[in-house]
């Protein structure tokens, strides 16, 4: 309801407000590229530093403090780090579902449990999977652009429900 509150205030910008709901890269420019890049990739070459830790949270909390990890900074620590990934990429990009949560997912199924294999397979694969969307967004009705999020979402959807059905909850991971 606040949205929507916000929408109808905003009418002049209601068209851009639109497509930041729905994601898109129609309005990214090389500029802002740049702004984007640069931290996600910090922060991504970071995230696969942190595999150990990774693979010894997976093993569960108890496990991973014997072993040596401090679970309650680990933890901290990611949050802060996905959430200021999150917020950067929706601040510029707008809502574009499902990339973050099949993608892992299909990865860990495909080369198992070790976040060595599984952190980079997922940033070349996501990125594979937007550059698709967004090829799909900009051809398909060409030369009308449809949202990336749009077809990310038609893509996910059956992938997520095909990745249930097929594995369920038992894989390993």
């Given at each position: 309801s606040v949205q929507t509150i916000f929408m109808s205030m905003g009418k002049d910008n209601l068209t851009?407000?639109?497509?930041?709901?729905?994601?898109?890269?129609?309005?990214?420019?090389?500029?802002?590229a740049w702004?984007?890049?640069?931290?996600a990739m910090?922060?991504?070459?970071?995230?696969?530093?942190?595999?150990?830790?990774?693979?010894l949270y997976s093993m569960g909390e108890?496990?991973?403090?014997?072993?040596g990890l401090n679970v309650k900074r680990f933890k901290r620590l990611t949050m802060v780090t996905a959430s200021?990934?999150?917020?950067?990429?929706?601040?510029?990009?707008?809502?574009?579902?499902?990339?973050?949560?099949?993608?892992?997912?299909?990865?860990r199924m495909a080369l198992g449990s070790d976040h060595r294999l599984i952190m980079p397979a997922s940033v070349v694969i996501?990125?594979?999977?937007?550059?698709?969307?967004?090829?799909?967004?900009?051809?398909v009705m060409s030369p009308a652009e449809l949202p990336?999020?749009?077809?990310?979402?038609?893509?996910?959807?059956?992938?997520?429900?095909?990745?249930?059905?097929?594995r369920g909850r038992n894989y390993d991971g």
């Amino acid at each position: 309801s606040v949205q929507t509150i916000f929408m109808s205030m905003g009418k002049d910008n209601l068209t851009d407000v639109m497509w930041w709901l729905y994601g898109s890269f129609a309005n990214i420019t090389w500029e802002n590229a740049w702004i984007i890049f640069v931290p996600a990739m910090g922060i991504a070459i970071v995230a696969m530093i942190w595999a150990r830790e990774f693979n010894l949270y997976s093993m569960g909390e108890d496990q991973a403090a014997q072993l040596g990890l401090n679970v309650k900074r680990f933890k901290r620590l990611t949050m802060v780090t996905a959430s200021i990934l999150t917020a950067l990429c929706v601040a510029f990009v707008g809502i574009i579902g499902f990339v973050g949560l099949v993608v892992p997912h299909a990865c860990r199924m495909a080369l198992g449990s070790d976040h060595r294999l599984i952190m980079p397979a997922s940033v070349v694969i996501g990125a594979m999977l937007m550059l698709f969307a967004d090829l799909v967004a900009r051809t398909v009705m060409s030369p009308a652009e449809l949202p990336v999020g749009a077809i990310t979402a038609i893509i996910g959807t059956p992938v997520f429900a095909y990745m249930l059905m097929k594995r369920g909850r038992n894989y390993d991971g």
